[in-house]
């Protein structure tokens, strides 16, 4: 924006402020803000200027966010937080003020960050209480969603509260320690800690601005070797008295081992350990926290006493168990490892291990959240829109840069030459796009980052930071000095008109975001030599000497091409992400999930933001996260109910998807159960060729053909119009579950096809039917308006679904979501129907969401689930038409619904060692 515009835009800010205080703004109150502030002029704003305001104001002041949900056990707790303990918080006040008038926060985002972080305080133990105490919680946030906002904000009201000694547990390397203790400093000290020059105080920042009045101390600093140190801790001569005390510590065993000695020599003999509260916060939770190690367990569940679990684990709880008065919180957006934590380990001079025993929070999502939903879509009945067109695939094995499996000596070689590859090409070039763009948009002094993430290995990221830079440097050679620069300047012209305006036209015509002008190849052109001139390229790994300074160039704004590995997985923030080229191959899924540095908030460009990745990992993706939304979703639900911690672990143990996320961690054969209770299992992921589906089709129509004459339920007069109509399904009621089990057996199902596998579900109803559940089984066929195809004599009438344009690069006919919602609700009574949709509006009322006309499918399991015998199968004949396909036979897609289970069942499965075997390079 031009100087006027942003002038406008700070006073219309500063005006909805003081009209609306913390409350939501709507577009209309926008809207009248910026026609009183117009009066202070005396030339009027061209509606260009208005309308480009109002897209700026609305990307930063519109957001919607839901309440936290938690589970709690409150065994030996005292409730304490409340009354004057919320009204005198000067530390969380400047800190919400920063977040206000200096960041630019919505209203709703503060309000959001304020009432999560009251519910983690009221979990926590009151630091005046009296006595041994110890809390263990577990924060669920999403990647690159504001996990280090809420923590700073839980850090200053747990100063305010009275907690003495806080230590942030900061990743395992230095540049992401550098990177949170830069953030602690601006939004909790208030001054910068890098050590001044003598006779200099510390720099006042961030927060300092808005009450100078408080302070805290620090044992830990910006510095690069500013990690905790007992000499420089020594040399301050300060213990724990009555300012609190910050530390970013990294995770590191020595570090650790000489914070706890330090505690033990210091501390411990002033009494300090035994009256000052301590409060852990524990960041990426699930990285190296957790104990690997194997501890016993007696039959009854006694722990070996004397144990000593792995170092970093040992040397954190070392730490909590020096102090009578301890609070441990752990932060991170793929919660398994912690989740799965015996309850019961504990060793001698360890305490208990960090199982979040006491409290689970789940943080909501905002709605200007860009996350693993929104980029690759879900694989479920509430998959909603289309996923965004960002993803741009890469044909790894026809380049051949660079394989996925390598090894450190492995040299990257496009075509026998050093060189980078087409793909990668084009994601350069398209970073240099989306620089130029954002200029156009007025985003100047703003960061801007590419990632690119093809090798674990630093000797590897070396020769590609060569290759990178080389082709780089001849690149802005041209374009500078016009030799040779036509080529180039077409390509870009080529790629901005033939991928970027499309998808920026699209989002907005599909009104996902409202703050995207459309930039014209004429206006952008002229600053693509500013853009190349200021982008430069860095390798970021643990040889770097510091962090990438954002903060440090938060004036002129930075534009750097990031080449790294590990360092880039787990929480260092890429300021300005908008392009990753992204070729590593883990299935991991903790691993996949935290490597996704592209999720985040793009204010006014998440149209020119791109991913450059595989088709598999783009399914792979689709696949987990998929997953952590069931996960979430479960969470949600058992919060309602009032489970426990414990509750959720136990749930979470039986989920499928650990067929995912443990099954490469093993190294020898191993034991895994898994549960499809309470469960809609959908398939997405279909084959395209002729056999296959001749098989599928063949063996459904010799099942049905087995089970008679159809008796369609009368539940067309409960359903919606608008929905799928009820009058032309055909309904089987009371077929028995070991026939269904016989029928998934004898089907077959893509390996991709990770949410239904017809053998595991086929096996986990056997197991079920032994203890009763599952013996009565309704089968649903629906017909749609697709092309009428015959099948041994039975005719089926197909159900279009349109293929996902990218899924067809995997050589797999791929659907956003075969089931329609209401289908799921043919076996229900009138009754039940009802029961189900009551629950169902009672949650969306109390998320403020309007009422639904059918219920979710979690409220029609459940219902579903008074009685376990009962289960549907739904079958829906997929038209081969509609997929682009040349069959004579529909494509069938399975929906299989499970009922909430009273028996806890669960059924083990054995990988050997030949199916654990992957490379994780």
């Not at 793909?423 to 100047?444: E, N, P």
Request: aromatic share 8%; proline share 5%; hydrophobic share 35%.
């Amino acid at each position: 924006m031009t100087s006027l515009e942003e002038t406008i835009g700070s006073m219309a800010t500063i005006l909805l402020r003081q009209r609306h205080g913390t409350t939501a703004v709507e577009r209309s109150d926008i809207a009248a803000a910026l026609t009183d502030c117009q009066k202070a002029f005396p030339v009027p704003l061209t509606p260009d200027q208005v309308s480009t305001i109002q897209a700026e104001l609305e990307s930063k002041l519109i957001v919607k966010v839901g309440n936290a949900t938690s589970l709690v056990d409150a065994i030996g707790h005292v409730d304490w937080y409340f009354g004057e303990k919320k009204t005198d918080r000067r530390f969380y006040k400047r800190y919400e003020d920063f977040l206000l008038h200096n960041q630019g926060w919505a209203n709703a985002a503060v309000t959001a960050i304020d009432a999560s972080t009251d519910t983690i305080m009221e979990q926590l133990e009151n630091p005046s209480r009296e006595g041994t105490w110890d809390r263990r919680g577990l924060v669920v946030g999403h990647v690159q969603s504001g996990k280090t906002a809420n923590y700073a904000a839980l850090a200053n009201k747990a100063a305010d509260a009275g907690y003495k000694l806080i230590v942030v547990l900061a990743g395992m390397h230095n540049a992401l320690r550098q990177q949170t203790q830069r953030r602690l400093d601006r939004d909790f000290l208030g001054y910068d800690t890098t050590p001044p020059g003598r006779g200099e105080g510390y720099r006042p920042i961030g927060v300092n601005e808005f009450d100078r009045g408080v302070y805290a101390e620090h044992l830990t600093t910006q510095a690069a070797n500013g990690d905790f140190n007992q000499a420089f801790a020594d040399n301050l001569g300060m213990g724990v008295q009555q300012r609190p005390v910050l530390m970013v510590v990294k995770k590191n065993a020595k570090i650790l081992a000489n914070l706890n000695n330090w505690v033990s020599e210091k501390l411990t003999p002033k009494g300090d350990t035994e009256t000052r509260p301590l409060l852990v916060i524990d960041d990426e939770a699930d990285q190296a926290s957790v104990d690997t190690g194997q501890q016993g367990f007696d039959d009854e569940e006694v722990p070996e006493s004397d144990y000593e679990p792995t170092r970093i684990n040992g040397q954190i709880r070392r730490l909590l168990f020096s102090f009578s008065r301890r609070a441990y919180v752990a932060y991170t957006a793929t919660p398994f490892a912690n989740i799965l934590i015996h309850d019961k380990a504990a060793s001698d001079g360890f305490g208990a291990d960090l199982f979040p025993r006491n409290f689970i929070v789940n943080l909501p999502t905002p709605s200007n959240y860009v996350g693993p939903s929104l980029v690759f879509g879900l694989d479920s009945e509430d998959a909603g829109a289309e996923p965004l067109d960002i993803i741009r695939h890469v044909d790894q094995d026809k380049e051949g840069w660079i394989t996925a499996s390598h090894k450190r000596t492995f040299n990257p070689k496009y075509q026998n030459a050093d060189d980078i590859p087409p793909s990668l090409k084009d994601a350069i070039l398209s970073f240099v796009l989306v620089c130029a763009a954002r200029s156009v948009r007025g985003q100047s002094g703003v960061h801007n980052s590419m990632l690119i993430h093809v090798s674990r290995f630093k000797d590897v990221q070396s020769k590609v930071y060569s290759q990178v830079d080389q082709w780089f440097t001849d690149l802005k050679r041209s374009l500078r000095y016009k030799t040779g620069s036509r080529p180039l300047v077409e390509a870009c012209q080529k790629l901005w008109i033939s991928d970027f305006e499309p998808t920026t036209q699209k989002l907005n015509s599909l009104g996902i975001f409202k703050d995207t002008p459309p930039i014209s190849w004429e206006d952008l052109k002229d600053e693509l030599t500013a853009a190349v001139d200021r982008i430069r390229i860095q390798v970021v790994n643990s040889e770097m000497p510091a962090a990438i300074d954002y903060e440090g160039n938060s004036g002129q704004g930075l534009n750097i091409i990031a080449i790294g590995g590990d360092k880039l997985s787990r929480g260092l923030t890429l300021e300005g992400l908008s392009v990753s080229y992204f070729l590593r191959a883990s299935k991991m899924y903790d691993s996949l999930m935290q490597m996704g540095r592209w999720f985040g908030y793009r204010p006014g460009y998440a149209d020119l933001c791109r991913v450059y990745l595989t088709p598999d990992l783009a399914l792979w993706f689709r696949h987990v996260a998929t997953a952590a939304d069931e996960l979430r979703e479960s969470l949600n639900s058992m919060a309602m109910i009032g489970a426990t911690p414990e509750n959720y672990g136990l749930r979470i143990q039986a989920h499928d998807i650990m067929l995912v996320t443990a099954q490469n961690k093993m190294r020898h054969g191993e034991t895994f159960q898994i549960s499809f209770q309470g469960e809609t299992k959908i398939q997405t992921v279909l084959f395209d060729d002729g056999p296959n589906n001749l098989r599928n089709a063949t063996a459904i129509t010799l099942f049905l053909g087995n089970l008679g004459e159809p008796a369609p339920l009368n539940v067309a007069e409960r359903v919606d119009a608008a929905l799928t109509s009820t009058s032309s399904r055909r309904i089987w009621s009371g077929v028995r579950g070991s026939d269904v089990a016989d029928l998934l057996s004898e089907m077959v199902f893509p390996e991709e096809s990770r949410q239904v596998n017809g053998l595991r579900l086929a096996k986990y109803i056997r197991e079920q039917i032994k203890v009763g559940e599952l013996t009565d089984w309704t089968i649903c066929l629906p017909a749609g308006a697709g092309e009428p195809l015959t099948v041994r004599g039975m005719e089926f009438t197909t159900v279009n679904r349109a293929p996902i344009p990218r899924g067809t690069d995997t050589g797999r006919y791929v659907v956003k979501t075969s089931l329609s919602p209401s289908d799921e609700t043919v076996d229900l009574s009138d009754e039940e129907f009802e029961s189900a949709l009551a629950s169902t509006n009672r949650k969306r009322a109390a998320n403020g969401g309007t009422k639904a006309k059918i219920p979710d499918g979690q409220e029609i399991r459940r219902t579903r689930g008074i009685d376990p015998k009962r289960a549907l199968l739904i079958l829906y004949p997929l038209s081969p038409s509609a997929a682009h396909l040349k069959l004579d036979v529909p494509i069938f897609a399975v929906v299989a619904s499970f009922p909430e289970s009273q028996s806890g069942q669960t059924v083990r499965y054995i990988f050997s060692t030949t199916e654990q075997r992957f490379e994780l390079a």
